[in-house]
């Protein structure tokens, strides 16, 4: 009796498709279209999906995704906050806030009725006759006023502020921790506006979140190990400038520099083991401390 000829190897996935290769993996025949390239010979679709999900996703020091090396988030940041201070602008409708702000050719200082709307006030009667402010329910002041600046040398300010330290943090951060840093360290300087402020002083700028991004800089280096040397000068002038210009709100540089500091701390020193619950649980236990201020603060003007 004759030997039958032996069979052609046909592509697991293309039955009608001879091939002599195989998955260096699990062994079945693949064609050119399934191979996969891998550091070892082809392999099929599903080991290379297989193999995906078997590896853990990179990270930071800190737990953060790589992704922050793109530096997305600070680019949004920035972004808005031009983006507002070109509404600012806008919203002024021929008066003197041609650049958003006053003097200078509306450089410095002064408000627009998006920065009356949006600034940080406790209570206060406004020209219209009505009364405004956080304690009368405008509690989307303290998150509003971070994004709001008096004039476009305000802005500027900040935002290179922002683009030096941003990208740093981000990187080392990841993106979603590095946007709740900036976030709730604006708020915490903007809760501490509110509660140490005068009821009618209006205050507005991106400076209490930067304010905790100098102190989380700080932080951060230090856990890693890094020199601060060329940190600290610069958080001391800020500070001394904070103090010495008519017009700062100081409460709400501090009040951001505490919070950014106490946020970085969480962020920094958290165990590796459960790390992300640690984070997020500090976090909302900084917000919690926060929101209770504020009650306390609106209790007390009412």
């Known amino acids: 009796m004759s030997e039958s000829p032996p069979t052609t190897p046909v592509c697991y996935r293309h039955p009608g498709r001879e091939t002599y290769v195989r998955c260096t993996?699990?062994?079945?025949?693949?064609?050119?279209?399934?191979?996969?390239d891998a550091s070892v010979g082809h392999q099929c679709p599903e080991c290379v999906n297989e193999g995906r999900r078997s590896v853990r996703p990179a990270?930071?020091?800190?737990?953060?995704?790589v992704a922050g090396r793109h530096g997305y988030v600070t680019k949004t940041l920035l972004g808005l906050n031009l983006l507002m201070m070109l509404l600012s602008i806008a919203s002024d409708r021929g008066g003197d806030s041609a650049a958003g702000g006053a003097g200078f050719g509306g450089l410095m200082g002064g408000s627009t009725p998006l920065t009356q709307w949006g600034a940080v006030i406790g209570y206060?009667?406004?020209?219209?006759?009505?009364l405004h402010g956080v304690a009368d329910g405008e509690w989307y002041r303290l998150v509003t006023a971070m994004f709001l600046h008096y004039g476009v040398l305000h802005l500027l300010l900040n935002m290179w502020a922002l683009w030096v330290l941003g990208r740093s943090l981000e990187a080392a951060l990841g993106p979603l921790r590095f946007l709740a840093l900036y976030l709730i360290a604006g708020f915490g300087g903007n809760v501490a506006a509110y509660f140490f402020s005068a009821s009618n002083v209006a205050t507005a700028g991106a400076s209490t979140a930067i304010f905790g991004l100098f102190a989380a800089l700080f932080v951060i280096m230090r856990r890693l190990g890094r020199d601060t040397s060329a940190v600290l000068p610069i958080l001391v002038i800020n500070l001394v400038f904070t103090f010495a210009v008519p017009g700062i709100s100081i409460a709400g540089h501090l009040g951001g520099m505490v919070t950014g500091a106490l946020l970085a701390l969480v962020l920094a020193y958290a165990p590796r083991t459960r790390r992300s619950i640690f984070q997020f649980a500090g976090a909302a236990v900084i917000l919690v401390v926060l929101l209770g201020m504020a009650l306390l603060r609106t209790a007390a003007l009412l």
């Open 25 to 36: 993996r699990c062994d079945r025949p693949i064609c050119p279209e399934c191979m996969r």
């Open 59 to 65: 990270r930071t020091a800190f737990g953060g995704g």
């Open 124 to 130: 206060a009667v406004f020209p219209d006759g009505a």
